[in-house]
């Protein structure tokens, strides 16, 4: 923390990124820290890979957040001036897609906030914990360690308190902790409105977001009783024929696994270029692992993803073949 304090005293431009397909602990976090570095009077800006979905464009200043894919050369401009690059919630360079080429040509101090499992070797500083909740809850812990909580306001406790919320499935995962709720504790004595929180989030499907979660349990969910696991598939027609928008699909892979006595669960989804995989565990059964060996990718011991460059048959095939052998 004394080298990372120092870093930021002498930096004038920060600049602030995240996964693609940033999610609301991503989100969360790049604004918590956005809005807590602007008021400490540094010029900075939050560059995501991608688009993310409209359930989280409630939090202040979403509308500055600049996007790679459709804003690339303003956004090389900016990372080709900053002195400081923070990484929030990847620690690896292939989670970001093709805002790699930037970070890795860049010779900014860069630093990694982060709570996934093993790490990358890309930067130059680490503020991890692989057991933290979240992102966002290791932002607060990052303010603590500076000595900097009284700049905390309702809308960084907003922020932080959506990337909590949503990573911990509304504070329900064994990543919660007393500590979590004690800082939840605080975000509400700054005026954060929980129950409003809730609602932007959870309470804002379309109809069609609906529809598609119906047809998806009732037409497309495999339970494969005797290993244990279910997964869900969904093809490119299938999410046209529900007017898909991003973020649809969050939370769909929970409710296989919400079955009694399921504890490995996927949600395999066709996508333009590739098939994505969402994968979910609980108990004695670890899915990082599979994501790992089995998947080109990882995440935490009860929620990772991967992805597959086959047919959308070809991973239905792949993923049944492991929860078979595994289960
Ligand atoms: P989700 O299923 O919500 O997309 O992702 C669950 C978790 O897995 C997240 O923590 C995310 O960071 C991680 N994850 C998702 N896709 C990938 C991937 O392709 N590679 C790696 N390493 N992690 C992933
Ligand atoms: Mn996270």
Known sequence: MDKIKEV??????IVITTHKSPDGDAIGSSLALYHFLKKKGKEVSVIVPDSFPSFLNWMVETENIIHYDTQ??????IIEKADVIFSLDYNSLTRIAGLRNPIEKSNATKIVIDHHQDPQEFADHYFVDTDSCST??????FIENLGELDKLDKVIGECI????????GSFRYPSTTSKTHQIIANLLDLGVENSKIHQEVYDNSSEHRLRLLGYALTEKMVVLTNHNAAYISLSQEELKR????K?????????????AGIKFAALITEKEDMISLSLRSKDDFYVNKIANEHFSGGGHIYASGGMLETTLEEAISRVEAVMKSNG
């Open 72 to 77: 690339t050369e303003a956004a090389d401009n």
């Open 247 to 259: 973020g649809d699909t969050e939370g769909l892979v929970n409710y296989a696994l919400s079955i």
């Open 161 to 168: 308190y959506c990337g909590v919320m949503t990573d911990t």
């Open 8 to 13: 930021l005293d002498s930096s004038k431009l």
């Open 242 to 245: 529900f007017s898909f928008k």
């Open 136 to 141: 966002c809850q290791l932002i607060y812990e």
